[in-house]
């Protein structure tokens, strides 16, 4: 069964810091998706960035990037310069599969950007 | 731009109460699911749909639970005699039919608040 773990509860970082929410996942599919959702304090879920398990070019998206290692199973998420706007809950989610199929989410990482 | 509505955004409930709670998935969008959250707590997979029929559904989703599609835009979520423990927040969500780029995101609507009191 899968599995998504986010063993970070809460980080607190000062504006500008650079942050890393990790994630580590368990699948025994060899096919598989890797997302992350943004949570913020207004309760909606907004989508940031799908990975195929075939794919492991990390990728950056402005001041976000993210750094999937299929050897240790991880799929980290890095702000840089973080905003006060940055605070939010952070969800890493996984599809095994071709992507149709339910989420699993991980608990979430709280993430408290200080002014 | 498209987006997931759902409505109403926050519902209170006696317990024992029926409640529907109504979701317009994006148009062109073939999968459609519901999710839930507890309080502070992680989301959670309730039921997916696809051809009018359930495609997949958790262990969460008993026989107090069913989704319907009832006019071809809509996608409802019945919970038949709401316990109090049915206090969450619900999310709809829907993906686009699968073609040659396999894996597609879910987009999530902006939630419906269920206290059942």
């Known amino acids: 069964a899968q599995k998504v773990t986010q063993a970070q509860t809460e980080i607190s970082v000062v504006e500008k810091e650079d942050v890393t929410l990790d994630c580590v996942y368990e699948?025994?599919?060899?096919?598989?998706?890797l997302f992350w959702y943004k949570q913020p304090p207004s309760g909606e879920l907004v989508f940031l960035i799908r990975?195929?398990?075939?794919?492991?070019q990390n990728e950056i998206s402005g001041r976000y990037s993210w750094n999937f290692q299929k050897s240790t199973s991880s799929f980290n998420f890095t702000i840089t310069a973080s905003q006060v706007v940055d605070s939010a809950v952070y969800f890493c989610?996984?599809?095994?599969?071709?992507?149709?199929?339910?989420?699993?989410f991980g608990s979430g990482t709280r993430l408290q950007v200080q002014p | 731009e498209p987006e997931v509505t759902q409505t109403p955004s926050h519902q209170v409930t006696q317990m024992g109460q029926e409640v529907i709670l109504r979701c317009v998935p994006i148009?062109?969008?073939?999968?459609f699911y519901w999710y839930r959250q507890i309080l502070g707590q992680k989301v959670e997979f309730l039921v997916s749909?696809?051809?009018?029929?359930?495609?997949?559904k958790s262990e969460i989703f008993d026989d107090q639970f069913s989704v319907e599609r009832p006019d071809g835009s809509n996608f409802t979520l019945k919970i038949r005699s709401t316990k109090l423990e049915d206090s969450a927040m619900y999310f709809c969500?829907?993906?686009?039919?699968?073609?040659?780029?396999?894996?597609?995101?879910?987009?999530f609507g902006q939630g419906t608040r269920l206290t059942v009191v």
């Open positions: 969500a829907s993906s686009k039919r699968w073609g040659q780029d396999f894996g597609t995101e879910a987009f």
């Open positions: 699948t025994r599919d060899t096919t598989y998706y």
């Open positions: 989610a996984l599809s095994e599969g071709t992507g149709r199929r339910a989420l699993t």
């Open positions: 148009s062109n969008h073939l999968y």
């Open positions: 749909f696809y051809n009018n029929e359930i495609s997949e």
């Open positions: 990975r195929n398990s075939f794919d492991e």
